[in-house]
């Protein structure tokens, strides 16, 4: 039985809920949770597939998770959640024997950072549960780090550099948007960057290195080096590695206001005081907590309501040098997505397609068993074949070009 709990009903986990839908011969019966259940309700609205359960879980409560699980019985559970709750939702498939896949590490609330350690910690519980944990099977963490292992499996001796090039080249015509949930698209990209380079990590300030490079289909664009999760992995699993970066995409309109919101002081995660009339007495006034980064979030567009007007399209893929047969290779594969083409199979943009496709994909290895082994595990530490096969026939075909000029 392929019976699958996704937690999550924003853009990602709609495409990963559609996808999952359209291959009923691996995944036999599914529920959508989320902490707000009229959303999950939507979603089984749109795939118009009565049989789809829904419910209503707060992902941040283990004993509620728990709950859930044990109701449901699922063999596998997908968190398209916030990254902050993957620790609960971990615990509760422990505790429940259920499996686990997400699409982004760990983050706390209360501070700008993320690294794979709080979840590479659960290693020995979940081999001693029997369970698999699949971590960062999105995209970039995901399919990058496929690509990665797909690379070293057929091209390369030896990978001695990485660089994951990330484009956004498509329009929301919205004066600013985040294409995922603001609140974690804005605290990634305002921290410090960071690479790895001949053994140790290089910091930089937050965007300070950054040159144009050539996407297939786009052409050229303004790149910036970023700290992004997927580098911490792969310099592990691949370590003749001597430099691993990852550079993203933005247009000069977006950075503009990104800078505005942090000299305002909108992109602050701490809490501050504020003095507010309530609701239904307007003459009384309260006091609450606000944090300004999350009030942000509730007044920019939402990120799910972008795609019916986004034309477009993503540019994403990995530049390797390294050794093959003692010669030195260029290689450069990519996937290039429309965000009409996803907008009209799944209803979202295409950044959300982007990373529900694959979350699907890794559900879809874990149920086949070719990605089923106890413990914690990130992507390019599986199969990496069955998985591109797959990329080709779900919507995200990828290319080739060797020798070519990776700019970097």
Same mark, same amino acid.
């Given at each position: 039985? !392929?019976?699958?709990?996704?937690?999550?009903?924003?853009?990602?986990?709609?495409?990963?809920?559609?996808?999952?839908? &359209? *291959?009923?011969?691996?995944?036999?019966?599914?529920?959508?949770?989320? $902490?707000?259940?009229?959303?999950?309700?939507?979603?089984?609205?749109?795939?118009?597939?009565?049989?789809?359960?829904?419910?209503?879980?707060?992902?941040? /409560? +283990?004993?509620?998770?728990?709950?859930?699980?044990?109701? @449901?019985?699922?063999?596998?559970?997908?968190?398209?959640?916030?990254?902050?709750?993957?620790?609960?939702?971990?615990?509760?498939?422990?505790?429940?024997?259920?499996?686990?896949?997400?699409?982004?590490? @760990?983050?706390?609330?209360?501070?700008?950072?993320?690294?794979?350690?709080?979840?590479?910690?659960?290693?020995?519980?979940?081999?001693?549960?029997?369970?698999?944990?699949?971590?960062?099977?999105?995209?970039?963490?995901?399919?990058?780090? %496929?690509?990665?292992?797909?690379?070293?499996?057929?091209?390369?001796?030896? %990978?001695?550099?990485?660089?994951? +090039?990330?484009? *956004?080249?498509?329009?929301?015509?919205?004066?600013?948007?985040?294409?995922?949930?603001?609140?974690?698209?804005?605290?990634?990209?305002? &921290?410090?960057?960071?690479?790895?380079?001949?053994?140790?990590?290089?910091?930089?300030?937050?965007?300070?290195?950054?040159?144009?490079?050539? @996407?297939?289909?786009?052409?050229?664009?303004?790149?910036?080096?970023?700290?992004?999760?997927?580098?911490?992995?792969? +310099?592990?699993?691949?370590?003749?590695?001597? $430099?691993?970066?990852?550079?993203?995409?933005?247009?000069? &309109?977006?950075?503009?206001?990104?800078?505005?919101?942090?000299?305002?002081?909108?992109?602050?995660?701490?809490?501050?005081?504020?003095?507010?009339?309530?609701?239904?007495?307007?003459?009384?006034?309260?006091?609450?907590?606000?944090?300004? =980064?999350?009030?942000?979030?509730?007044?920019?567009?939402?990120?799910?309501?972008?795609?019916?007007?986004? /034309?477009?399209?993503?540019?994403?893929?990995? $530049?390797?040098?390294?050794?093959?047969?003692?010669?030195?290779?260029?290689?450069?594969?990519? #996937? #290039?997505?429309?965000?009409?083409?996803?907008?009209?199979?799944?209803?979202?943009?295409?950044?959300?397609?982007?990373?529900?496709?694959?979350?699907? %994909?890794?559900?879809?290895?874990?149920?086949?068993?070719?990605? $089923?082994?106890?413990?914690?595990?990130?992507?390019?530490?599986?199969?990496?074949?069955?998985?591109?096969?797959?990329?080709?026939?779900?919507?995200?075909?990828?290319?080739?070009?060797?020798? !070519?000029? =990776?700019?970097?």
């Amino acid at each position: 039985m !392929g019976k699958v709990l996704i937690i999550g009903a924003g853009g990602v986990a709609t495409v990963a809920a559609v996808k999952i839908a &359209q *291959n009923a011969d691996v995944f036999t019966d599914i529920m959508i949770a989320s $902490r707000t259940k009229s959303k999950c309700d939507k979603i089984k609205e749109y795939i118009g597939n009565p049989d789809i359960k829904t419910a209503q879980v707060d992902a941040d /409560d +283990v004993e509620q998770l728990k709950a859930l699980m044990n109701d @449901y019985k699922p063999e596998l559970c997908v968190n398209l959640a916030l990254p902050y709750q993957d620790l609960t939702i971990m615990e509760a498939c422990l505790a429940c024997g259920v499996s686990y896949l997400d699409t982004a590490n @760990y983050e706390p609330k209360d501070e700008a950072h993320f690294e794979y350690s709080w979840q590479w910690a659960y290693k020995k519980r979940f081999e001693d549960a029997g369970l698999t944990a699949i971590l960062g099977c999105g995209f970039d963490p995901g399919v990058t780090s %496929i690509f990665t292992a797909y690379a070293a499996k057929h091209y390369f001796d030896e %990978i001695q550099y990485l660089d994951i +090039v990330d484009c *956004n080249a498509g329009n929301h015509h919205k004066a600013f948007a985040t294409n995922f949930n603001p609140e974690i698209n804005i605290r990634e990209i305002t &921290q410090k960057g960071l690479y790895w380079e001949d053994g140790k990590w290089v910091e930089t300030a937050p965007l300070e290195i950054h040159q144009p490079l050539t @996407y297939p289909n786009v052409g050229p664009k303004e790149s910036y080096l970023l700290h992004h999760e997927e580098i911490e992995s792969l +310099v592990k699993n691949y370590p003749t590695i001597k $430099r691993a970066r990852f550079w993203m995409t933005f247009g000069q &309109q977006y950075l503009t206001y990104l800078d505005c919101i942090q000299n305002l002081g909108m992109s602050r995660i701490d809490e501050i005081e504020y003095e507010a009339p309530l609701a239904d007495n307007p003459d009384k006034k309260v006091k609450v907590k606000i944090v300004p =980064l999350q009030f942000l979030k509730a007044v920019l567009p939402n990120p799910q309501d972008l795609g019916e007007n986004y /034309d477009g399209e993503t540019s994403i893929g990995c $530049r390797i040098r390294g050794l093959k047969d003692g010669k030195e290779l260029t290689y450069y594969v990519y #996937n #290039n997505c429309s965000h009409q083409a996803a907008y009209q199979e799944t209803g979202m943009q295409g950044v959300s397609y982007t990373t529900g496709v694959p979350a699907m %994909i890794g559900a879809m290895m874990f149920f086949k068993g070719l990605w $089923r082994r106890p413990g914690v595990w990130n992507v390019e530490e599986f199969d990496p074949d069955p998985f591109m096969e797959q990329l080709n026939k779900q919507g995200l075909p990828w290319h080739e070009i060797f020798n !070519g000029d =990776l700019e970097l």
